[in-house]
C-alpha cells in the first residue's frame, strides 16, 4: 500500500474487536476507531473519516450495523464489508441495499478478511476514479456544439444552425435550398438509407460512423405533419471522438483491474501453496526415507524369495518416485542461492540429450550449434535441470518416431536456445497455461516441470516463451543474457 489506509471497526464484542485491531494494525492499517453503537459509528466516522468501515451487522443499542452503515454512507460513499454470523435473507436482502463491498461470515478467516479488505480498497479507488472521470466528461459533452440540420423529405437542407455552418465551412446561402447528400459527402452512403429509412418506416434513427480518425454520432428523426406524413426531417451530428476515446480508457481500467484481482488472488494461492508444500516435504522426507532404507535392506540382508523381491524393487521404485516429487515441489518453491560461472552451454546441452535419450531412443535429435564451444555465465547445474524438463516435455509430445531439433544463436543482449519438436502440439486455450505451477495436459505428471524450468531461467534474468500449434509441433525459446 502506497498510504495507510484508516479502518473503522463497528463491533460490540471487546474481543473480536481486539483481534481484528491487531490482524490490521500488524498488516499496516490504521484502525481509527472502535464503535459498538450506531450513535458512537457516525460520531467517531465525523471525527476520524475513515478509508473503509469492517462492520458487524448485529451490535448493541437501537439499530444495527447495517443502519450504521446506511447513515454513514448518505454522508460520505465510503467502502463498507460487513462481518456477521447471520446469513439469512432477511439480513442480507438489508445489507444489499447499503452495496457493501463485501460480507464475512463469523467465525472469519484471517487471510480471506485481508484480501477482502485488500479487494475492497483497490475496488473502490477504480470506481472512485470511473466517476471523477465521468463527472468530467458530462462537462465537456455539456460544453460541447453538434451539427443540426432541417431537411425537407426529399433531401434539401432547411435549416442549419451557427455550429453546423461552421462545420461544413461554407456560407448560409449556400447550403439552404441544396441537397443534404452534396454538402456531407464524405458519408452520404450511410446517411442517405438511413434518411430513406426514416422515411420508409417513420422511426429514429442513431448510427456512428469514423472519417479521418474521428467518431461522429448521426441522429436522424421525422418530423410529422398534422395529417401525420413525414413532411420533414432533423439531423443532428455529434462529435463522440472524446467519448469513444473515455469508453477505451474505461475498458482498459477494467481490464486491468481484472487482471490486478486475478494477480492478487493467484499470489495469495501461490504463498498458500508454498506453505503447504514445505510442510507435506517435512512430514513425508523421514517416512520415505524409513521405507526405502527397509526395502534395501530387505533386498541386500535378507535373500527374500523372488516374488518378494520383485515386491520389495516395486516399493523401493515407487519410494523413489514420490522423494524425486517432493524435491521437485521444494526446489520450486525455494530455489537455493545460484552459484553463477562461465560455462559452456554446449556440454550442457549435449548433457541434457544425452539423458533424454536414453528413456526416448526413437527421437532423432538435430543440432544446429554456431561453433563448437560458447561460454556464458550461469550455474551450470540448473541449467542443466531447466533443459531436461523442457527437453523431456518435447520429446514426450512426440508420438511414435520424430524429431527434436535444438538450435542455437544469439543476438545483441541474449544467447537463444530454439528447441523444436514436430509432436502433437499445444491447443491455443493451454498455450497461456503451461508455467502455471500443476497445470498438466498428462495423466502421470504433476505439472511441475516448466513452471521449474520457468523459474529458473527468470532468476538468471533471462526469457523463456513458447509458440505452438494443435497438430504442428511446438517451439521453446531459451534466452539467456550473453
Avoid at 463497528?10 to 481509527?32: F, P
Avoid at 395529417?227 to 467519448?243: F, H, L, P, Q, W
Avoid at 550442457?348 to 560458447?374: G, H, L, M
Amino acid at each position: 500500500m502506497n498510504d495507510i489506509k484508516k479502518i473503522l471497526i463497528i463491533e460490540d464484542d471487546g474481543i473480536i474487536a481486539k483481534d481484528l485491531e491487531n490482524i490490521l494494525s500488524s498488516k499496516g492499517y490504521d484502525v481509527c476507531g472502535i464503535a459498538s453503537t450506531v450513535e458512537e459509528s457516525i460520531s467517531k466516522f465525523e471525527s476520524t473519516d475513515p478509508d473503509l468501515i469492517l462492520a458487524d451487522i448485529i451490535i448493541k443499542g437501537f439499530g444495527d450495523g447495517i443502519e450504521a452503515a446506511n447513515k454513514i454512507k448518505k454522508k460520505k460513499n465510503v467502502p463498507v464489508i460487513y462481518l456477521s454470523a447471520y446469513t439469512d435473507d432477511m439480513t442480507i436482502e438489508r445489507a444489499k441495499i447499503t452495496e457493501p463491498y463485501g460480507y464475512i461470515l463469523k467465525p472469519f478467516d484471517e487471510k480471506e478478511l485481508l484480501i477482502t479488505i485488500e479487494m475492497a480498497l483497490y475496488k473502490h479507488s477504480i470506481y472512485a476514479n470511473i466517476k471523477e472521470k465521468s463527472e468530467k466528461f458530462k462537462e465537456l459533452i455539456d460544453a460541447k456544439k453538434e451539427l443540426a440540420i432541417l431537411v425537407s423529405a426529399d433531401g434539401t437542407v432547411l435549416v442549419i444552425n451557427q455550429y453546423g455552418i461552421s462545420y461544413l465551412r461554407l456560407k448560409e446561402e449556400e447550403i439552404i435550398g441544396e441537397k443534404i447528400g452534396n454538402l456531407i459527402s464524405k458519408n452520404k452512403n450511410f446517411l442517405l438509407p438511413n434518411i430513406n429509412r426514416v422515411l420508409n418506416y417513420g422511426e429514429d434513427v442513431v448510427f456512428e460512423e469514423e472519417i479521418d480518425d474521428r467518431f461522429y454520432e448521426y441522429s436522424v428523426n421525422p418530423i410529422y405533419d398534422i395529417d401525420k406524413t413525414i413532411s420533414k426531417i432533423a439531423i443532428y451530428v455529434k462529435d463522440i471522438t472524446e467519448r469513444k476515446n473515455f469508453e477505451r480508457s474505461l475498458e482498459k481500467e477494467y481490464d486491468d483491474f481484472k487482471r490486478n484481482q486475478k494477480e492478487l488472488i493467484k499470489s495469495e494461492i501461490l504463498q498458500y501453496m508454498n506453505t503447504l508444500i514445505s510442510n507435506i516435504a517435512k512430514e513425508c522426507n523421514e517416512p520415505i526415507l524409513n521405507i526405502k532404507t527397509a526395502a534395501e535392506f530387505c533386498l541386500e540382508k535378507l535373500e527374500p524369495e523372488e516374488r518378494t523381491k520383485e515386491f520389495l524393487k516395486e516399493i523401493l521404485k515407487n519410494s523413489n518416485k514420490i522423494d524425486d516429487v517432493i524435491r521437485e515441489l521444494v526446489e520450486y518453491i525455494d530455489l537455493p542461492k545460484f552459484s553463477i560461472n562461465q560455462a559452456d552451454i554446449l556440454k550442457i546441452i549435449q548433457k541434457a540429450i544425452d539423458t533424454v535419450k536414453k528413456s526416448n531412443k526413437n527421437i532423432e535429435v538435430i543440432k544446429k550449434f554456431p561453433r563448437k564451444t560458447i561460454v556464458v555465465p550461469i550455474d551450470e547445474k540448473w541449467i542443466l535441470i531447466a533443459l531436461l524438463k523442457v527437453l523431456t516435455n518435447s520429446a514426450e509430445a512426440i508420438e511414435k518416431e520424430g524429431l527434436l531439433s535444438i538450435e542455437v544463436a544469439n543476438d545483441d543482449a541474449y544467447l537463444n536456445l530454439i528447441i523444436s519438436d514436430n509432436g502433437k502440439g499445444i491447443s491455443k486455450e493451454n498455450l497461456d497455461k503451461v508455467f502455471d505451477l500443476f497445470f498438466t495436459t498428462k495423466k502421470n505428471s504433476l505439472g511441475l516441470g516448466l513452471p521449474l524450468a520457468y523459474k529458473i531461467i527468470k532468476a538468471h534474468n533471462g526469457k523463456i516463451n513458447i509458440e505452438s500449434e494443435r497438430g504442428k509441433g511446438t517451439k521453446v525459446i531459451i534466452s539467456l543474457p550473453y
